[in-house]
């Protein structure tokens, strides 16, 4: 049977948060899914939804509640029907959705590598000694002392411009964002410098778009397949598995990474110490059908090797 589809009379709902890289996220969303059905933009409706952690930046996101606070109020309009989906930066996403609610649609993943940014254009090996380096991520934190224990390290919260802002008041010398963010927003005079994940292994996911739905919409469910990239899937596969064993966040010291070569998906994953005094790293191999599982198994070699107090920041 062949699904109704929305229409300007009836549009789709797309929630998103409201900072511009949120919003070009929804916009590429409506894009593609405007081109998979020949449907006028107008079939599409962009909802704005303030959540908790874009009210609150004058604190850690792990004194007011991790990475929940970014999708609460979305999923909670999600699930009253006043969103049909949700467009969501996957690296700011928790491992398990609320019930009634999956997350297993990705477009084509960005650049995953982390930028260094410092507005004269500068590189990381170029700061002198004890240099002001504004960050809110634990984990970029966490690797920066652990390459330059002498740099001092001050919380660094906000969308991209607010953050490019903060080095112009002088706030810090250099930050980092994702080169994902700034392609997507085509920011091509912010001077940056590409990180090499050799160098810093990025976020769990980072790059990658998530669109969430309700489970029994079918509807939805339909349209969302003709948009997913399975290649995407599969990576995210490996690298959320690997998150969800360690019990991990964005707020939790943890970088991974996995990627395709024939049929074989290799996956690189690291925790560290937040103030970067040790790092214990490791990295497998295994079908790309059983990502999931070779996720789950790198994060327990890691931990069989993690001294007895190393898990002490994990929530």
């Known amino acids: 049977m062949a699904i109704t589809l929305p229409s300007p009379a009836s549009p789709l709902n797309i929630g998103t948060r409201g900072s511009p890289l949120a919003l070009a996220q929804a916009h590429e969303t409506r894009e593609r899914l405007a081109k998979a059905f020949d449907l006028p933009f107008e079939a599409f409706t962009i909802v704005v939804i303030k959540t908790t952690g874009d009210k609150v930046l004058d604190r850690p996101l792990k004194e007011i ?12 309009d999600m699930l ?75 919380e660094f919260r906000g969308n991209v411009q607010t953050r490019l802002m903060k080095l112009e008041n002088k706030v810090a010398e250099a930050t980092f964002l994702a080169m994902a963010g700034l392609n997507r927003l085509d920011m091509k005079d912010v001077p940056r410098t590409a990180i090499e994940t050799d160098e810093m ?35 995210l596969a490996a690298e959320r598995a690997f998150l969800a064993a360690l019990d991990g966040s964005c707020e939790t010291p943890i970088g991974g990474l996995a990627e395709l070569d024939g049929g074989t998906i290799k996956l690189r994953g690291e925790i560290l110490r937040t103030d970067g005094s040790e790092v214990i790293a490791d990295r497998g ?11 789950t198994e790198l994060a327990n070699t890691l931990r069989s090797r993690a001294p007895a107090d190393f898990f002490s920041w994990v929530a």
């Open 285 to 295: 191999d295994a079908p790309i059908e059983d990502g999931a599982a070779l996720g």
């Open 65 to 76: 509640g991790g990475k929940g606070l970014f999708t609460r109020e979305i999923e909670d």
């Open 80 to 154: 009253s029907g006043k969103i049909d989906i949700a467009v969501h930066s996957m690296k700011d996403m928790p491992v398990s959705q609320p019930d009634g609610l999956l997350l297993n649609t990705y477009l084509p993943r960005e650049d995953v590598r982390d930028a260094f940014v410092s507005l004269d254009g500068g590189r990381l090996a170029d700061l002198a000694e004890g240099a002001i380096v504004g960050t809110s991520s634990l984990r970029r934190k966490a690797q920066l002392l652990n390459y330059r224990p002498d740099l001092e390290i001050v």
């Open 201 to 235: 292994l990025p976020a769990v996911a980072q790059g990658a778009i998530g669109i969430e739905r309700r489970a029994d919409d079918m509807r939805v469910a339909e349209m969302l397949e003709a948009i997913h990239d399975v290649e995407t899937g599969q990576r």
